[in-house]
């Protein structure tokens, strides 16, 4: 029998926006330009190995001109964390969106494909964060690391709003901290974690074999915590 999973409806946020066209100031793109030049140096080295030089060289900006948006490599730190961590939270809610309807297996299979569509496209802002959880031994060490505290927070209570779950708040606890952990680890060290399989790294083997491992691992656990007594059956 189909498990439904009913999850609110988010309210519509459409009518709270400006509507009026607004021109781009020269500055905002400015700053965004150095922005993605900055991720694209913090995803390949850790913070207290980049440097502003680096992202200069990566965007061809001067040095003054960075300095002029962002004073310290610091500043820069936290806003790309600011902006990658924004991303990946609303990029969660649309992987949660329309799965009310699904079992709990095609419920999480269509989770997991969404999730890793996004990252497989998108795989700076996850390579940049567990670069830096390798590299720091606190994350105090780390400009903007509260940043990470509320994505995880946030993730955490976005899932439990939209997810009936029957257990224990340590319980719950466990299980999302683990997905995101081991999600963290498979494709922010993916390259690495390919490569000690024997597989291509960003290869569509790659990207099945994380798949059905996660499947593998979590679908009992789902099934326990959204239907406590109950064996984790695929056709449920």
């Keep these: 029998m189909t498990k439904q999973v009913t999850i609110p409806k988010s309210a519509s946020s459409a009518s709270a926006r400006n509507k009026t066209p607004v021109m781009v100031k020269k500055a905002d793109v400015t700053r965004q330009r150095i922005l993605n030049a900055a991720r694209k140096v913090f995803a390949r080295f850790p913070y207290h190995a980049a440097s502003i030089r680096m992202v200069g060289n990566e965007g061809g900006f001067d040095h003054p001109i960075i300095n002029y948006y962002f004073p310290t490599k610091a500043e820069l730190f936290k806003a790309v964390l600011a902006e990658i961590c924004e991303e990946f939270f609303q990029a969660n809610l649309a992987c949660l969106s329309g799965i009310e309807h699904l079992s709990i297996l095609d419920g999480l299979a269509l989770y997991i494909d969404r999730f890793l569509d996004y990252n497989f496209k998108n795989p700076a802002p996850l390579r940049i964060i567990m670069l830096n959880f390798v590299q720091s031994n606190t994350l105090d060490e780390l400009p ?93």
């Design 144 to 236: 903007g690391h509260q940043h990470i505290h509320e994505l995880l927070r946030d993730t955490r209570r976005t899932f439990e709003e939209k997810i009936p779950l029957q257990a224990e708040a340590e319980a719950i606890g466990m299980f999302i901290h683990s997905f995101n952990m081991l999600v963290m680890n498979y494709l922010g060290a993916g390259d690495c974690q390919a490569q000690t399989l024997g597989l291509e790294p960003g290869s569509n083997a790659y990207r099945v074999w994380v798949k059905d491992t996660l499947i593998f691992i979590f679908f009992p656990l789902l099934v326990k915590l959204l239907l406590p007594g109950r064996g984790a059956r695929t056709s449920d």
